[in-house]
């Protein structure tokens, strides 16, 4: 009904940026909000952000507020996480999720994720 699909990750050093992608496809119109999570190794998998489907109305983690951005382009049916002053911490695997109906605050689909690593 719903895939997701991201891309963007890769090897950068403390202090650099990257844009993540997440390409969304079938039924989008259904769909609550998108968010972004991560799991960095041996951790648990954490929300970082979340942004309306329609409205664009957004909302971070306390750890990346002011670095990261959460955006939607709905004409290309994609929703980007522009990530800057990387941090080792930051190094996870993210993953694209989408929340639909009919619980909101639930994610019923995932992407098969993007690997961040960040070297100090």
């Known amino acids: 009904q719903v895939q997701l699909v991201e891309s963007g990750g890769g090897l950068v050093q403390a202090g650099d940026s990257l844009r993540l992608s997440c390409v969304v496809s079938?039924?989008?119109?259904?769909?609550?909000?998108m968010g972004w999570f991560r799991q960095g190794p041996g951790k648990e998998r954490e929300f970082v952000a979340r942004i309306s489907w329609s409205t664009s109305a957004t909302y971070y983690a306390d750890s990346v507020k002011g670095r990261f951005i959460i955006s939607r382009d709905n004409a290309k049916n994609t929703v980007y996480l522009q990530m800057t002053s990387l941090k080792p911490e930051d190094a996870a695997v993210y993953y694209c999720?989408?929340?639909?109906?009919?619980?909101?605050?639930?994610?019923?689909?995932w992407g098969q994720g993007t690997e961040v690593t960040v070297s100090s």
């Open positions: 079938g039924r989008t119109f259904s769909t609550y909000r």
């Open positions: 999720a989408a929340d639909n109906p009919p619980v909101i605050g639930d994610y019923d689909y």
